[in-house]
């Protein structure tokens, strides 16, 4: 492995990315959040999917340019895009998606714990086979990092994750619109497995997955001071899901949310939630603010080392500030990758971070005014500190 001095000195040699440069050369170093929040707040980071392959020889550098970042957040939650379980090899640990290899217990000993993401929601069509999903929970609990989307029931599935941080309870609560077999990834009253949400149009949600959330949330709510839900998008791009049951496919555009992504961000929100966000279709969608509460359609992906995906790059690391029973702000800020595999956070000013943000702005249906502010794009903020419940 490079040092990351010696990273730092081939690209400053380098022509052509000259963008990528000075992101890379800021990265290392925690990221300057902007913004003066009287009292006291908490900050959490959200990041895409994490996905530390086992072609990377050591999964320690998986975030080597957003360690500080991630460690002087109070708290980072990510959609945890694979079993923690020993590798059996492509076609053998997921018969359904070839050439797709586990990370082993190490992804969370080396990868998640040292880099502050204490949370992670499990609930994915990458949480294959009822063993390896009760092995890779007992691999989170033994490192101390909380969980939600899988148990060893449907009642355990949708049981929420729950932290504190300086007196605040955040809850979340996590979904998947897209699997490949029932019989080994969905959770049942008796059969371990991940939460659900059913859309084989696109546009609607199955009654009883809706009345599911509805109810989850509404559970949430009582018990703590902040509920973010999210989910997995089915990605109507892709034909394989719900193993011999084909969904159709409104788009063939993963940067395009759908109609029923809509419809679940809206009933979680309405439900009581106070962020929604997804991700799943490896790419950055749009943004919208219902009803006074952001919503994030697709975060992208963060550290994502499968083969064949080293050219889908685009993501986003997005900033919650919270006081007490209120989100104070919401912004965001673009991530790629390099030729390393490792995760860049860029200036929202650079030429590679406008691109991304013009993406969000041109994916939103009325989006809400995005201004830069710092190095940090600002989706939503809240003028007073006053209770909104």
Partial sequence: MKSVSGF???????????????????????????????????????IGDVQVHTR?????????????????????????????VKSQGPKVDIPDKPGWTHPGPEGASVALKPNNIRVVGVANNVAYGRDSILQTLRVLDAAGIVHTGAGRNIDEAHKPAIVERKGVKIGFLQYTARWYQDNEQIATTTAAGIAKISSLDGVTIDAGDVERVKNDVRKLRSQVDIVVVSHHNRDGATAVQFGSTKPTSASNDRTKSEEYQKAFAHLALDAGADLVFGHGTHTVQGVEIY????????MGHSNFDQPTYENAKDGLVARVVIQGKNILRVSFVPVTRDSNNDVLML???????????????????????????GQEVV??????????R
């Fill in 291 to 298: 009803k006074g509460k952001p919503i994030l359609y697709a």
């Fill in 8 to 46: 730092r000195r081939l690209l400053t040699a380098s022509i052509g990315i000259g963008g990528i440069i000075a992101t890379a050369w800021a990265a290392d170093a925690a990221w300057k959040w902007s913004g003066s929040f009287p009292g006291k707040t908490v900050e959490m980071l959200i």
């Fill in 347 to 373: 200036d929202p000013s650079s030429a590679d971070g406008a691109k991304l943000i013009q993406m969000v702005k041109d994916r939103s249906t009325n989006p809400p005014p995005l201004r830069i502010e």
């Fill in 56 to 84: 990377r020889a050591d999964p320690a550098t998986a975030f080597v340019h957003m360690r500080d970042t991630l460690n002087k957040a109070d708290l980072v939650y990510a959609n945890l895009e694979g079993t923690l």
């Fill in 379 to 388: 989706m939503f903020e809240k003028a007073t500190t006053s209770s909104n």
